[in-house]
């Protein structure tokens, strides 16, 4: 059984020594000196400050990795920021055109009812005018008479 690395054996060096150095009958008060010093340095700010920069010391590898990873994270939270924007963006534009195009189909539609009321009345005969309109069938050109044409304007040519 190991006590801060120390083993029972040098464990009873280490009094041996503490005896013969301090001599038996001082080691109470030793002790008690000892403890009262221990005490006021594990109180003390100093001993505040060592404890806090060790513990930092042993914590500052996974820190730092965390904080590596957030940096990371938040280049990628900041990429999926603007990757919104610009679809907001494009929402917006073809809600926009959207509009604009539907306002054109109106009026396309409006231009193409007058055309067409237009056409009609130009079409839709009055009453009186269907009396005395008549069809007639129109005369079907001769293809003789244009062969003989085209052969009279040659001779005379010659």
């Given at each position: 059984?190991?006590?801060?690395?120390?083993?029972?054996?040098?464990?009873?060096?280490?009094?041996?020594?503490?005896?013969?150095?301090?001599?038996?009958?001082?080691i109470g008060k030793t002790a008690r000196?000892?403890?009262?010093?221990?005490?006021?340095?594990?109180?003390?700010?100093?001993?505040?400050?060592?404890?806090?920069?060790?513990?930092?010391?042993?914590?500052?590898?996974?820190?730092?990795?965390?904080?590596?990873?957030?940096?990371?994270?938040?280049?990628?939270k900041d990429t999926f920021e603007d990757?919104?924007?610009?679809?907001?963006?494009?929402?917006?534009?073809?809600?926009?055109?959207?509009?604009?195009?539907?306002?054109?189909?109106?009026?396309?539609?409006?231009d193409v009812q007058s055309i067409d009321?237009?056409?009609?009345?130009?079409?839709?005969?009055?009453?009186?005018?269907?009396?005395?309109?008549?069809?007639?069938?129109?005369?079907?050109?001769?293809?003789?008479?244009?062969?003989?044409?085209?052969?009279?304007?040659?001779?005379?040519?010659?």
């Amino acid at each position: 059984m190991d006590i801060l690395g120390i083993g029972p054996a040098e464990l009873i060096l280490i009094f041996l020594v503490i005896i013969l150095v301090i001599g038996p009958k001082d080691i109470g008060k030793t002790a008690r000196s000892i403890g009262r010093f221990l005490n006021r340095l594990y109180k003390s700010d100093e001993w505040r400050t060592v404890t806090e920069a060790s513990r930092t010391i042993r914590t500052l590898p996974n820190r730092l990795a965390r904080e590596a990873e957030l940096e990371e994270l938040k280049e990628i939270k900041d990429t999926f920021e603007d990757a919104k924007k610009d679809l907001v963006e494009a929402k917006d534009d073809l809600e926009e055109s959207t509009k604009e195009i539907k306002e054109t189909q109106k009026e396309l539609k409006q231009d193409v009812q007058s055309i067409d009321d237009g056409m009609k009345s130009w079409t839709t005969p009055t009453s009186s005018e269907e009396t005395t309109i008549e069809e007639k069938p129109l005369p079907e050109p001769e293809a003789n008479s244009i062969e003989q044409k085209q052969t009279d304007q040659i001779s005379n040519d010659e």
